[in-house]
């Protein structure tokens, strides 16, 4: 079965220090893996895409890497701040579907 | 660039009612998907549009859910005589070329059926 798995569920930090959050996927073969994240009552905001070609890639404080045999991403989120605070969700097209598999997340909180 | 545009954001049905929820993608954008994310659970893919064709509806219940992208206007997810199990919020996405593109969510439709 095809599954995206997601650990720690939550996850709490001091602000400014470095985080790195987990996804693993069950199958190798796939597109892509994209990160949201998500805030309370609202929608999915797109941090980065990694193609499965890609070993990584930054936006700004973010960086995500890719290790596409071994079916793990890490999103590493550097001086973290208040704002950061979230919930995180990996997501995966497999190949052979037109659909996005999406892990249940990891809810991070900064602590002033 | 708007974005993906939902509405409404919040809908309230009683029980037995229809609920149709509207979808416009990101301009240029003619990949339509339709996400649900139940309370406390994660988003579960239900159905994948492009302009008039229903691409995959795999995760769509085959009764009482119908999903619809016409040549004009929005997508239309639309849920006949509801019931409470269907309160969620439901999330539309659009990308410009399939799943190996960034997909664009909009902001929800929340679903409450008393």
């Known amino acids: 079965k095809q599954e995206v798995t997601q650990i720690p569920a939550a996850l709490s930090v001091p602000e400014g220090e470095n985080l790195v959050l987990n996804c693993s996927f069950t199958?190798?073969?796939?597109?892509?893996l994209q990160w949201f994240r998500q805030d309370p009552g609202k929608g999915l905001t797109s941090l980065l895409l990694?193609?499965?070609?890609?070993r990584e890639q930054t936006s700004g404080r973010l960086n995500a890497s890719l290790d596409k045999s071994s079916g793990r991403s890490t999103l590493y989120i550097a001086a973290s701040q208040p704002g950061d605070s979230a919930t995180y969700l990996c997501?995966?097209?497999?190949?052979?579907?037109?659909?996005?598999?999406f892990g249940t997340g990891t809810r991070l909180t900064i602590i002033p | 660039n708007a974005g993906v545009m939902q509405n409404p954001r919040h809908l309230v049905r009683r029980r037995g009612q229809e609920a149709r929820l509207r979808c416009s993608p990101m301009?240029?954008?003619?990949?339509v998907y339709w996400y649900r994310q139940l309370p406390e659970e994660g988003l579960k893919f239900m159905v994948y549009?492009?302009?008039?064709?229903?691409?995959?509806e795999s995760g769509m219940p085959k009764e009482r859910f119908s999903a619809e992208f016409p040549k004009e206007g929005p997508s239309i997810l639309r849920i006949q005589q509801v019931v409470r199990g269907d309160s969620a919020a439901y999330f539309c996405?659009?990308?410009?070329?399939?799943?190996?593109?960034?997909?664009?969510f909009g902001p929800g439709t929340r679903l409450l059926v008393l």
């Open positions: 549009l492009q302009k008039e064709n229903i691409i995959d």
């Open positions: 997501a995966v097209p497999f190949m052979g579907n037109e659909k996005l598999t």
């Open positions: 199958d190798s073969a796939i597109y892509n």
């Open positions: 990694i193609q499965s070609s890609q």
């Open positions: 996405a659009s990308s410009a070329n399939g799943v190996q593109e960034t997909q664009y």
């Open positions: 301009k240029g954008h003619s990949h």
